[in-house]
């Protein structure tokens, strides 16, 4: 299993822009139980208000689920995203409580409009 630290250093070498994170998003969200918490932590990891450090693992989760290199490859019909899901429901265990409600809500603004576009 992915650790914390390492999340953090994927982070710091992988350059996630929004536009990635969001079309990566739009094109899986019908197969993606986890796409709302997901979409809360990208939103969280880019508020300034976040703790650096929680910041950095954050944004480290968002890298494994937007970047193509993974231990289970994405498009494995059913177990593709399990390891994924896997890192984001570590991530959200340890450092949930860093997600305001606002991000929350902001996440689920977001993914409505996505579900009223695609």
Not at 23 to 42: D, G, S, T, Y
Not at 99 to 107: S, V
């Amino acid at each position: 299993m992915i650790g914390l630290d390492t999340l953090a250093a994927l982070a710091g070498r992988a350059e996630i822009d929004g536009r990635r994170f969001w079309r990566k998003l739009a094109v899986v969200f019908a197969r993606l139980p986890f796409a709302e918490e997901l979409a809360a932590a990208w939103l969280c990891a880019r508020d300034p208000a976040t703790p650096a450090h929680v910041r950095r693992i954050l944004l480290g989760a968002v890298a494994y689920f937007v970047l193509p290199t993974d231990l289970v490859p994405d498009m494995l019909a059913g177990i593709g995203f399990t390891d994924d899901a896997a890192v984001v429901a570590l991530v959200i265990s340890t450092l949930g409580s860093h997600i305001r409600p606002e991000h929350r809500e902001a996440a689920a603004r977001r993914l409505q409009r996505l579900r009223e576009t695609g």
